[in-house]
């Protein structure tokens, strides 16, 4: 079946302007996951969606970052006023919920580059 | 809170020969194990995963890795490496409980497999 998808693949901006990244995870599953990749600091979480509790946001860096989840399934994040040190990779993954359900499902990243 | 140390950043290696990629990992409460990969423009994609029962772990491409609870390490082993192992490894912790199942990340070794 279809896998996690993201889009844009690649996206350049700004410095200063907002961008949208879009995240449609697999089917069904209800946990999605929002994590950055960047040279200086490695694979960091950034927010996590259970359903429809209230997303934990502890990863984000600052108050310039958000994300939502709409109808349990896609979700966007979206950066304001974006700065060179937000360029990145930004990852998201989706998980079913259960006993045994551990295994999150990555998609291929957005790649964004604040010039 | 986890962290993660993955100590060799690169490991250069000729093909037929055996690798270690060193993970350790400190953390307050029990945590699932897990070794991601990431091939050359590719996303993430689970390689193994230590959740209960036997400590050591293999893989279906012939890598395995042991948990071992004392030294708080859990190092990916491959007895025979060869060119397709060229990748990025990660290695991750989750918390059992709580938590949502966030990942927290190594900061990557890069395994580059040599003729």
């Known amino acids: 079946g279809a896998g996690v998808s993201q889009s844009p693949s690649n996206k350049v901006t700004e410095k200063g302007k907002d961008v949208e990244l879009r995240c449609d995870p697999i089917s069904g599953h209800t946990a999605l996951y929002w994590y950055r990749q960047s040279l200086g600091q490695g694979l960091e979480f950034l927010i996590y969606?259970?359903?429809?509790?209230?997303?934990?946001k502890s990863g984000l860096p600052s108050d310039r970052f958000s994300a939502e989840r709409t109808g349990g399934s896609v979700s966007t994040l979206t950066i304001q006023r974006t700065q060179q040190e937000d360029s990145a990779v930004y990852l998201c993954a989706s998980r079913q919920t259960g006993l045994d359900a551990y295994e999150q499902y990555f998609g291929p990243g957005t790649r964004l580059t604040v010039t | 809170a986890q962290s993660v140390t993955q100590l060799d950043s690169q490991v250069p290696v000729f093909e037929e020969a055996p690798v270690e990629l060193r993970c350790n990992y400190s953390?307050?409460?029990?945590?699932?194990l897990f070794w991601y990969v990431q091939y050359p423009n590719q996303g993430l994609q689970l390689l193994l995963k230590?959740?209960?029962?036997?400590?050591l772990v293999e893989s279906i491409n012939g890598f395995e890795a042991e948990f071992n609870k004392s030294q708080t390490s859990f190092h990916l082993r491959k007895p025979s490496v060869h060119i397709s192992d060229t990748a990025e490894y990660f290695c991750a912790v989750s918390p059992i409980t709580g938590g949502g199942n966030k990942l927290t990340f190594g900061t990557g070794t890069q395994l580059k497999v040599e003729l």
């Open positions: 953390s307050s409460v029990s945590v699932y």
């Open positions: 969606f259970q359903g429809n509790s209230a997303p934990d």
């Open positions: 230590y959740l209960s029962g036997s400590t």
